[in-house]
């Protein structure tokens, strides 16, 4: 059986619409035949290349067409298979917590890997290198709050914002977001919150 049909196999028992990474598949062979034979099951139709090295089997629905991949499903399966760790931009971390009601032009995340733009179709996602201390709790209501009062900064943090958080979170985690690493700015401003 060629690389070509037996990859083609083991793709047909794939969910349609679930990304995948070509690396995944060098295992079978070296790379540049996998390669190869992605290519071919692309131009037949068995694959959609969604960005390089990043495929998943072409899924279509009866209202919308074909559907197209999650840029942020994108990045989140590009971050995890270089290693990268992965946080919502502080802009946007101030509107999914109430502090702000502005939307991101370009979807931006902070990333532990270099700074770079990722165009997954029609859609630009950004990614900004930033230090490690903005990937504390990383996908939790925590560092949804920690990026935000990162991103507000000092001049804006106010009473207000700080009991608008705490209102957010519960006990438990306003305590956690309390012990992370901050500037001193940042804890000083919680602290009064907790009493």
């Given at each position: ?161 700080v009991s608008h958080i705490q209102k957010e979170l519960s006990d438990v985690e306003f305590k956690a977001l309390q012990t992370c690493q901050m500037p001193e700015w940042?804890?000083?401003a919680l602290t009064p919150a907790s009493s």
């Open positions: 059986m060629s690389l070509t049909k037996s990859i083609s196999k083991r793709i047909q028992k794939m969910p349609k619409g679930r990304l995948f990474l070509s690396s995944l598949l060098w295992q079978c062979d070296n790379r540049a035949t996998v390669n190869k034979a992605l290519s071919r099951l692309v131009k037949v139709g068995v694959l959609e290349r969604v960005v390089r090295g990043v495929y998943m089997r072409p899924k279509a629905s009866k209202y919308a067409g074909q559907v197209r991949a999650s840029p942020v499903a994108v990045i989140k399966l590009m971050a995890k298979a270089n290693g990268e760790s992965l946080q919502i931009h502080g802009a946007e971390a101030a509107r999914l917590i109430g502090l702000s009601t502005q939307m991101q032009v370009l979807a931006t995340f902070y990333t532990s890997g270099a700074t770079r733009q990722i165009h997954v179709g029609n859609t630009t996602v950004r990614l900004r290198h930033a230090s490690k201390d903005r990937f504390q709790y990383a996908d939790t209501k925590i560092g949804l709050a920690l990026t935000a009062l990162h991103y507000i900064g000092k001049e804006a943090l106010s009473f207000e914002v940042m804890r000083a």
